[in-house]
């Protein structure tokens, strides 16, 4: 059996480490794992969302004061991550 979850956690964790010093919203990590067909789009952005907060509460990545705009411009704003270093960022 596939633990979804944890999958989800690694695959958004290794987008972080591919752009360690970007912002990534869960929009950006969720839309770069489907490009990338390491999701299919059947997977919610919540899952990605929580996979985000499971690492944030580990201290894996930090979250950042930037706000953007939701999917498809909508005026919803969402946080932004960042990778953590060793400097704290």
Do not use: H
């Amino acid at each position: 059996m596939i633990n979804y979850e944890y999958n989800e956690k690694q695959l958004t964790l290794a987008v972080f480490q591919t752009y360690p010093d970007d912002n990534l919203s869960a929009f950006d990590v969720w839309q770069f794992l489907i490009d990338n067909e390491s999701i299919n789009e059947e997977t919610t952005l919540i899952m990605i969302r929580k996979a985000i907060n499971d690492l944030s509460n580990n201290n894996k990545i930090i979250k950042k004061n930037m706000k953007v705009l939701g999917l498809n411009g909508m005026p919803i704003m969402g946080y932004t991550w960042k990778l953590k270093t060793i400097k704290g960022n």
